[in-house]
């Protein structure tokens, strides 16, 4: 009984939304990725906010600075395009950086809670967004995926922040790639 309900718990948390039709992207053999951070906030609360409550660090500037450069590339958006490219292999479409696509996928983060780190009391990340399928060069999505509370691996907790973040990041590649592979057939 336990269990059922941390299942359900777990598949409510982690709900997604598609709008509209992704078959055009049937065929396409890459598709632009493009992620999107402006207004993001962390728990609900503004990127200022987290940032001051983070500024106790010793090597605070160039942690801040590898926050919204470095982790987000390197980390973060590398292991979502690694999950998602290896849920997709089969629709032998390669998403990534292709300036000349046909189609951009443009990945909205609108809230990233980073968890906490507590051992056996350990919260992963949760992250919060959208993302919109467009024409490249257009603003007129033709489908939307809306993401709620997706979570990191709970069994992969982390002391470090950046990598809870990634752990979610890996998590959202991989859900998007199993939508993407029952909705482009």
């Known amino acids: 009984m336990v269990f059922a309900i941390m299942v359900s718990m777990i598949f409510m948390a982690q709900a997604q939304k598609v709008k509209g039709d992704l078959a ?11 992620f999107v951070y402006d207004g993001v906030t962390y728990d609900g609360d503004s990127e200022a906010k987290f940032f001051k409550d983070n500024s106790d660090r ?6 801040k600075q590898n926050w919204t450069s470095r982790f987000r590339e390197d980390l973060w958006e590398a292991s979502f395009l690694e999950d998602l490219n290896e849920e997709v292999k089969d629709l032998n479409i390669d998403f990534g950086e292709h300036a000349g696509a046909t189609y951009t996928m ?4 609108v809230d990233i809670d980073p968890g906490s780190f507590a051992g056996p009391f ?5 992250l919060t967004g959208d993302i919109s399928f467009v024409t490249t060069g257009s603003s007129d999505s033709f489908a939307t995926i809306s993401f709620t509370k997706i979570q990191g691996n709970g069994y992969q907790m982390s002391p470090i922040i950046e990598h809870r973040v990634k752990f ?3 998590e959202l590649g991989e859900t998007i790639g199993e939508i993407l592979k029952k909705k482009v057939k």
């Open 168 to 170: 979610a990041f890996e």
């Open 122 to 126: 350990s919260v992963p990340c949760r």
């Open 106 to 109: 443009i990945v909205k983060m």
């Open 58 to 63: 010793d090597d605070f500037e160039q942690w």
């Open 24 to 34: 055009p992207l049937k065929g396409q053999s890459k598709v632009n990725v493009e």
